[in-house]
């Protein structure tokens, strides 16, 4: 873990830092309160379906706000490597050094991956699963992206961004056994490469290797659309980095999230929209999306300059892995019980709303404390 101040914050792209500020906000802040809230509410509340709508995952095909999370979570990464690697671009970085610089962060999101998954601090190989994080989701991604940044330029990002969902599609199509649970290539690849290892996977008294049927997430083979949304993200960053105009960079953009989303509806006539295999057209539907509203934000905020209202997101935004890992990580129910246990009886069923809230605010809190003092988290 690499805790450091951060000098020159006027230099970074703060459109960057409020988007990613409203995704995690809305991922350790919003969407548990509410959630509090809805479960107290009758089961024939309107609320339920909305709720149901908008802040729970699609059980296997579709697309809702919740699972734009981590595809926008992913694109943010590919955002931010133009402005990363702009010393190494213009040759005042060695490779060495900027290999160094990579591969560390590609190992300390892979462990805080693991230690949010909770299978690296049990010390046990029958528990421990090799890949099964968002944030492993993004090392990999990061990964293959900057490796084809820097060897191949901008023009190698662009065939890549087209190549990669290409093979992911074809050999999907090719493998014949279609998208559904268990039987898909994706699956079939995870399984046999991590074998005990894989997420959900368990060794009985034989020694056999069984998997769960209720994990359907996959990860190795979606790992060329992981890249994939990540060069989306790479491509946007390469044109707000240019001399365009803020209008000019908002025209261009909105039309590459067009093109994007264009595509995307293209290729679900045979191919559907699926987040837990994070096919092809799922990945340029979630780009499309993230492309339009990283456009607006930048125009908003970067080229207009108006900060009304939006500045507090950067206590998220800026801190964005440190928000992620101390919700996940941090246990603090023994201590808000303590604390509001008096109110249960008053509260009835929305307790729960009350702790859950003192935990979010507790996390907001030290968030705002690091922003303060410019201590951020890099990985």
Known sequence: MN?????????????????RGIDLFLLVFLQPILGDIVRALPQDNICHMVWEKVFTHVEWEGLRLWDMIMP??????????????????????????????????????????????GSLLDFDLNSLSLYSNTLQSIASGYLLTVLIYMFAGIRGVSIAVIILP?????????YGKGYGPDVNLAMVVDRVIMGRFAPGASVNDLGVVQFAGWYQYTWIYSTLNFTTTVLTGLITGWCLKS???PLQKLYRLLLLGGASLLLAWIISFFEPINKHL????????????????????????????????????????????????????????????????????????YYPFFTELAKVLLIFAILRYCYKRSIFLRA
């Open 3 to 19: 805790m450091k101040t951060k000098v020159a914050v006027s230099e970074r792209l703060e459109s960057l830092d409020v988007l």
């Open 72 to 117: 926008l979570f992913l694109f943010m990464a590919g955002v931010s490597i133009p402005f990363a690697l702009a010393k190494y671009m213009r040759g005042e970085v060695s490779l060495q050094k900027m290999g160094v610089r990579i591969g560390k962060r590609v190992i300390l999101l892979f462990v805080f991956g693991a230690i949010v998954q």
């Open 166 to 174: 290409a093979i992911y599609t074809f050999g999907m199509l090719a």
């Open 243 to 245: 001399g365009w105009s």
């Open 278 to 349: 994070w096919t092809s057209s799922m990945t340029f539907l979630t780009s499309g999306i993230s492309i339009v509203l990283m456009a607006i934000t930048y125009y908003l905020v970067d080229g207009l300059k108006w900060h009304f209202g939006l500045m507090w997101l950067k206590i998220y935004g800026m801190n964005s892995i440190l928000a992620y890992m101390l919700y996940n990580t941090l246990e603090v129910s023994s201590l808000t019980h303590y604390w509001l246990h008096g109110l249960k009886q008053y509260t009835g069923d």
